[in-house]
């Protein structure tokens, strides 16, 4: 785990989100949400949890962003007609960063290094999620189920009663 | 010159490559070594695709019964180098009202994706790029980035018809996916690892010294290998599913708006994605490097490689030879309707074959558990309409 | 030279709080799901980051937790947008000042 990687990530990754909070254009805001998705997946690798990386990546770029720029297509109307931001959101985010930098600089225990580990390979988190994690595995198809039966009664209703 | 020698020849020549810099530090050792495989990877496979893209007029022509390009050089092989000049030297044309910096990026990222796909197939013994654990998931994982470089070309032109060409590639990309990645799980199951170095290796021995251990001689790899072609075919827009570039349709889907060297690269980028697709199914199904008799193992492994993807390549080509186009919404149905259950027959399947005790037995089981989903499927989805007799109002 | 744990839950902290300013500053419903991406996307970082800096060897439970909040983010994000485009159908806006009546 070298610095400079992480420095060049957390620039990349940050820029990334600032971009997607703050450009008018709602488009270009979706796709530089794509970039911070590739930071925190880079971040993932960096930290050894590879899978999850891909997953990240696989999960949200294949389907979280092609899902929103989708729902921009379809709604599209009022692309650009949100320009000023709102400086009490403002305030209370730059409240709650400081709170959490305060916090974390606070706590000396939390400036460690990371220990020697073993690789975390695809085999080790299968054998975890089909013993201990069971249950939140099924809980979670469960809940995916649900969700996509929910997002698609949700977007057919509607189209019904237009006719 | 021993066969072994032979077959590892690659692997000595980067040895031999890196060997000056025996006292450097580790990340640049690491650094230059990345850097060989993959201009390895840029160069054999810009070389495919040049040699592709002309072979491919040449078929085509066979089988429609014409020539095909045969002015520039020795029967017209230096066809690829007249079009790259001509795609070099062509106006970089920017429509005014389009997305200046989604319309640059996307022939990038496009690109970008094809490329990093082909990095983790095994291309002979010891030869895959990238060593990952979770192979096929990265594989995946950048193919399904494809997806938003489509949506951004088609956005960024600000065009009906770019955005009508991505609306449709990317709806039957999605809708496809599923059956593409559901079709790899069984053979994920059964090898129990995602990294293709794996799942190669499970693929090696020989009954009897003459029957490969390929997946695809099992009911259910067989099975899986065709639906995975399928949806290869679809992932890659080539012809029985190229609507989203229909030319008769909507001009050139969402690359209407790119010319000059943009133009060429996402067409590379296509051929790319072909590639890789079918890199993978000769990883996943087709055995890998393995020979297919165990008395031809003297051959290098990557030229077995190499033979099977031009194999699949030519049966691209070929497809594109023989059938039409489809429609939308034959493609839609088709993919929800007959690929997506007979993937998850193929989980089952391949299940049964494996409790079975992978013999003759299982063979059998797994066959009836297939043919069965199959015969009910295309007895629940006959949908040929009766159609009344044709009345003519006014031809008689 | 390697990072230390704090450096990470800064970087993720202020991926939070950015998070959070998209959430709370933009009108645009789509924005706000932009935004509640970014929070759990920093929140799924910190997972990540105490299993690595852990005492080891332990299960890894802090990337299972992960994974799973990937796909309940997944969940999130297809019923959110759905949503959107429910409302955007019946009120032709999608701007979240606007919805303001009770009685569709």
Redesign the interface.
């Known amino acids: ?3 400079v990687a ?1 420095l060049v990530i ?1 620039i990349i ?2 820029s990334g ?2 971009a ?3 450009l008018p254009k ?6 530089s ?2 970039i ?2 590739v930071g ?1 997946a880079a ?2 690798f960096l ?6 990386g ?22 599209r ?2 692309l650009t ?2 320009r000023g ?6 305030i ?3 409240a ?2 400081g709170g ?2 305060w916090t ?2 606070k706590t000396k225990s ?16 299968g054998e ?2 089909m013993t ?2 069971v249950w ?2 099924q809980c ?1 198809g469960l ?2 189920t ?3 039966i ?3 009664i ?2 057919m ?3 019904r009663e ?1 006719r | 010159m021993s066969g072994a020698f032979l077959d590892q020849i690659f692997l000595r020549a980067k040895e031999w490559l890196l060997s000056p810099l025996a006292g450097a530090p580790d990340w640049l050792i690491q650094i230059v070594s990345s850097l060989i495989n993959i201009s390895g990877v840029l160069g054999v496979f810009l070389t495919l695709f040049a040699a592709i893209s002309v072979l491919e007029r040449k078929i085509l022509g066979r089988m429609q019964n014409r020539y095909g390009p045969n002015r520039v050089g020795p029967f017209g092989l230096f066809q690829p180098v007249a079009d790259g000049i001509k795609m070099l030297i062509k106006e970089d044309v920017v429509p005014a009202r389009a997305d200046k910096v989604v319309h640059f990026l996307a022939p990038i990222l496009v690109a970008a994706t094809a490329i990093l796909a082909l990095g983790v197939i095994p291309y002979g013994r010891n030869m895959t790029p990238f060593t990952i654990d979770g192979g096929i998931l990265f594989f995946f994982a950048v193919g399904s980035t494809t997806e938003l470089a489509v949506f951004m070309a088609g956005w960024g032109s600000n065009n009906k018809f770019s955005m009508l060409g991505a609306m449709r590639a990317i709806a039957q990309m999605v809708s496809y996916e599923l059956p593409l990645i559901l079709t790899t799980l069984p053979v994920v199951m059964i090898v129990g690892a995602l990294s293709p170095d794996a799942i190669v290796a499970a693929q090696g021995g020989y009954s009897f010294g003459v029957l490969p251990h390929w997946f695809v001689t099992t009911p259910w790899g067989a099975a899986a290998f065709i639906l995975f072609f399928i949806s290869g075919l679809v992932e890659s827009n080539r012809t029985p599913f190229d609507v989203p570039e229909g030319e008769s349709e909507i001009v050139a889907g969402h690359m209407t708006e790119y010319s000059g060297f943009k133009y060429a690269t996402f067409f590379m980028a296509e051929y790319f994605g072909m590639f890789a697709i079918s890199g993978l199914a000769v990883t996943l199904f087709l055995g890998g490097w393995h020979s297919p008799i165990a008395a031809l193992n003297f051959i290098p492994s990557y030229f077995w490689f190499f033979l099977k993807l031009s194999a699949l390549l030519f049966v691209y080509i070929w497809v594109r030879g023989t059938l039409p186009r489809t429609r939308v919404d034959q493609i839609m149905n088709f993919a929800w309707k007959f690929m997506l259950p007979m993937a998850f027959t193929l989980i089952v399947a391949a299940a049964v074959w494996h409790y079975q005790g992978r013999g003759l037995a299982g063979w059998l089981w797994s066959l009836a558990v297939i043919a069965i989903v199959y015969f009910a499927l295309s007895r629940l989805l006959d949908t040929r309409k009766k159609f009344a007799p044709r009345t003519y109002r006014f031809a008689e | 030279m390697t990072p230390t744990l704090q450096l990470f839950l800064i970087v993720s902290a202020a991926l939070f709080s950015i998070g959070l300013l998209a959430a709370l500053s933009r009108r645009h419903a789509i924005f706000i799901l932009i935004g509640i991406e970014l929070m759990l996307a920093a929140a799924n970082l910190n997972f990540v980051a105490f299993w690595r800096f852990g005492p080891q060897p332990q299960p890894p439970t802090g990337v299972l937790v992960a994974i799973f909040s990937i796909a309940i983010a997944a969940a999130e994000a297809a019923v959110g947008l759905a949503l959107v485009i429910a409302i955007y159908r019946h009120y032709r806006t999608t701007n979240v000042d606007k919805l303001d009546s009770l009685k569709g």
Request: no cysteine; proline share 3%.
């Open positions: 785990m070298n610095s992480f957390a990754t940050l989100a600032l997607a909070a703050a709602l488009i270009h805001a979706a796709l949400l794509v911070v998705f925190v971040y993932f930290l050894g949890a590879e899978f999850v891909l997953v990240q990546v696989f999960v949200y770029i294949g389907a979280v962003a092609v899902l929103i720029v989708f729902t921009i297509l379809l709604t109307r009022e007609g949100d931001i709102n400086w009490g959101g403002a209370v985010a730059l709650v960063f959490l930098l974390i600089l939390l400036a460690i290094r990371a220990p020697q580990i073993e690789p975390l390979t695809v085999k080790r988190i975890v999620l201990n994690y939140p595995l979670v809940v995916l649900a969700a996509l929910g997002a698609l949700l977007v209703e509607e189209k237009e």
